[in-house]
């Protein structure tokens, strides 16, 4: 999937819904499959950057 500059008016549901899935629904599934072994470390933390 390429991203393009567009304006709001240009922007399609399906290509915002989209959006939000990579850049919101990505972190939290990642999150989830980490926190198995961050439960069994000592000093778990993550550190999210957007």
């Known amino acids: 999937m390429l991203f ?3 304006f709001y008016t240009a922007i399609a549901l399906e290509q915002w819904e989209a959006t939000l ?3 919101l629904v ?3 599934v990642t999150t989830g ?5 961050l439960r069994e470390s ?5 550190i ?3």
């Not at 499959?33 to 072994?37: D, G, H, K, R, T």
């Not at 000592?42 to 993550?46: G, L, Q």
């Open 21 to 23: 899935a990579i850049c």
């Open 42 to 46: 000592a000093n778990p933390s993550i």
């Open 33 to 37: 499959a980490a926190v198995p072994l």
């Open 26 to 28: 990505s972190p939290f």
């Open 4 to 6: 393009e500059s567009a």
């Open 48 to 50: 999210n950057m957007s």
